[in-house]
């Protein structure tokens, strides 16, 4: 019954080695998020797609891109992993993204550890 | 520019006793949603409850209530009669307009321990 499913749960890249985290919805929803999240910090947005309209935040680093194919899929990829990139990757989705109540619905993350 | 502020890196609190996690924000928007997520040691994010900006009322949900005071700009998460379960981090988001779609935006968190 997994709404959002991020593959793969743990992820482990050497330093500067192309890395893909992968995200996929059955909800349907038009905006889906990608965050990074260190320990015992806040989640920080790296992009967002409304729709295929890509969004990148103004501090998000050129080493990261994104993919969304179609409406259920979407990618990270991490150019070249520095080892202040190990953090979890979470993606999130949300219905039509121009209501402030509809809440995020969360994968269970991707873990990257850069050796 | 939004901001959400959670002052209480970690709180402990005895099983079955009720618990009190801070948060204040800042927004010049009237229009805005407030959230407040649990986040367990498996890492996924759980939503815990919504707060309108044009809401008379607290929210509830279960075990959750929101105090909302608007004028004060806070929306404290209270948590009644704690579970071992409880423990977990706890983040308060806001969900505000950015160029046509609305952009949550996350507090650093607070680490909730509850005691047997």
């Known amino acids: 019954d997994a709404m959002v499913i991020q593959n793969p749960r743990y992820q482990v890249t050497q330093f500067g080695k192309p890395v893909t985290l992968s995200c996929s919805q059955t909800?349907?929803?038009?905006?889906m998020y990608w965050y990074q999240q260190k320990s015992s910090q806040a989640p920080k947005l790296l992009f967002h797609?409304?729709?295929?309209?890509?969004?990148n935040e103004a501090d998000t680093p050129d080493n990261f891109q994104s993919r969304r194919p179609n409406t259920s899929f979407c990618f990270l990829d991490i150019r070249s992993p520095g080892l202040g990139d190990a953090a979890m990757y979470l993606c999130?989705?949300?219905?039509?993204?121009?209501?402030?109540?509809?809440?995020?619905?969360f994968g269970s993350g991707t873990q990257l550890s850069v050796l | 520019a939004q901001k959400i502020t959670q002052t209480q890196p970690g709180m402990f609190v005895q099983e079955k006793e009720a618990v009190t996690l801070d948060c204040t924000y800042d927004?010049?928007?009237?229009?805005?949603?407030l959230f407040w997520y649990k986040q367990p040691s498996s890492g996924e994010m759980i939503f815990l409850i919504y707060?309108?900006?044009?809401?008379?009322q607290n929210a509830t949900e279960g075990r959750y209530s929101l105090n909302f005071q608007k004028a004060r700009k806070s929306a404290n998460l209270v948590i009644s009669a704690s579970q071992l379960g409880d423990s977990a981090m706890y983040f308060c988001?806001?969900?505000?307009?950015?160029?046509?779609?609305?952009?949550?935006?996350f507090g650093r968190g607070t680490s909730l321990i509850v005691h047997p």
């Open positions: 999130a989705t949300s219905g039509t993204g121009v209501e402030t109540n509809e809440k995020l619905f």
């Open positions: 909800l349907n929803h038009n905006v």
């Open positions: 797609y409304y729709d295929k309209d890509f969004n």
């Open positions: 927004t010049s928007d009237p229009s805005y949603g």
């Open positions: 707060q309108g900006s044009y809401d008379q």
């Open positions: 988001a806001m969900r505000v307009p950015a160029g046509g779609s609305y952009i949550p935006t």
